[in-house]
């Protein structure tokens, strides 16, 4: 963070010092709190803070910092701030060992291990234009760096067309679901369905809950595909977050609000996937890759290369 707050310092005339902290992602209470010389005294403070916390968990070495912060505020007869509290455990390694037993796996995530590659839709296969979908959470800061929101896109396979997407504060069940919902709705618009569609992700909780096996499999008649290694089995959803997440970085710094960070998705989506040439794609956009592979009635992509704008 300081070779960044000089790298500001030394362009921020020549710039604008706005232009400069966005291109650095250096948020304003940094640079400001950098030129008043607070962070030096946060330090020595935090010091003087782990002090204070080393006496509280002496006696009581099971305390959190829930436990801890009401104990400081009362020895100190002042309120004490959660979020420092636990930043100093974080800083000087101060968090309470825990020895928790692993969980247990459930019935539908020892089935997939038990089926090994097996679970795996898209080894060794090639698909036809909207046969199989990449899918995954990634988490998108905000609001300078201050709040989080996580966003789901399913991604073909075949073209690199984002279909379906959502945005929500949390990763869940129902944040995936309105995202399916929102692919079957796009997928209709071109006369195609979800039957017998792959949907292709990691093994996580949300991919392995009843509701969203229900959902795929009993009422949209798709197929699941789970990734045995995770990000590396599911290099499609990954290939899109590096660019989709880089290009739009300091965008969503910027936004304030979660509404905000829903309209600058489906902003940028848009125009993914209709404007933003593809370098995989022979720089077409999308969805006109997409609309040429359906009116050729390509039945199958082998590789991207060997089809010629």
């Known amino acids: 963070m300081t070779a960044k707050v000089t790298l500001v310092a030394a362009h921020r005339y020549e710039y604008g010092l706005n232009a400069c902290l966005r291109a650095l992602g250096v948020s304003k209470s940094v640079w400001y709190g950098r030129q008043r010389g607070i962070w030096g005294n946060r330090k020595a403070a935090d010091l003087r803070m782990k002090g204070k916390i080393l006496s509280v968990i002496e006696d009581p070495p099971g305390y959190g910092y829930r436990r801890i912060c009401p104990e400081l505020s009362k020895r100190l007869g002042m309120p004490v701030n959660h979020k420092r509290v636990r930043r100093v455990l974080r800083s000087y390694e101060l968090g309470l060992p825990r020895c928790l037993p692993a969980s247990t796996p459930s019935r539908v995530q020892r089935v997939i291990a038990e089926a090994g590659t097996s679970a795996d839709l898209t080894k060794g296969r090639h698909f036809a234009p909207m046969e199989a979908f990449s899918t995954d959470f990634t988490e998108l800061v905000y609001a300078g760096g201050e709040r989080k929101a996580c966003l789901m896109v399913l991604v073909d396979i075949a073209s690199r067309w984002a279909g379906g997407w959502a945005v929500a504060s949390r990763r869940n069940r129902e944040t995936?679901?309105?995202?399916?919902?929102?692919?079957?709705?796009?997928?209709?618009?071109?006369?195609?369905?979800?039957?017998?569609?792959?949907?292709?992700?990691?093994?996580?909780?949300?991919?392995?809950?009843?509701?969203?096996?229900?959902?795929?499999?009993?009422?949209?008649?798709?197929?699941?595909?789970?990734?045995?290694?995770?990000?590396r089995d599911n290099s499609w959803i990954e290939s899109f977050w590096g660019r989709f997440k880089t290009e739009n970085a300091s965008v969503f710094w910027e936004a304030e609000t979660l509404d905000e960070v829903v309209e600058i998705v489906d902003s940028q989506m848009v125009y993914y996937n209709r404007e933003r040439r593809h370098s995989a794609l022979h720089y077409q956009p999308p969805e006109e890759f997409l609309g040429r592979l359906l009116s050729e009635g390509i039945s199958s992509v082998t590789t991207l290369a060997d089809i010629s704008p």
Do not use: C, F, N
């Open 176 to 231: 995936a679901l309105t995202a399916l919902g929102h692919l079957r709705k796009r997928m209709e618009e071109h006369d195609q369905s979800l039957t017998g569609v792959v949907i292709h992700h990691d093994r996580d909780s949300v991919y392995t809950s009843h509701d969203w096996l229900r959902q795929v499999l009993s009422v949209e008649g798709g197929r699941l595909s789970y990734a045995q290694r995770g990000a």
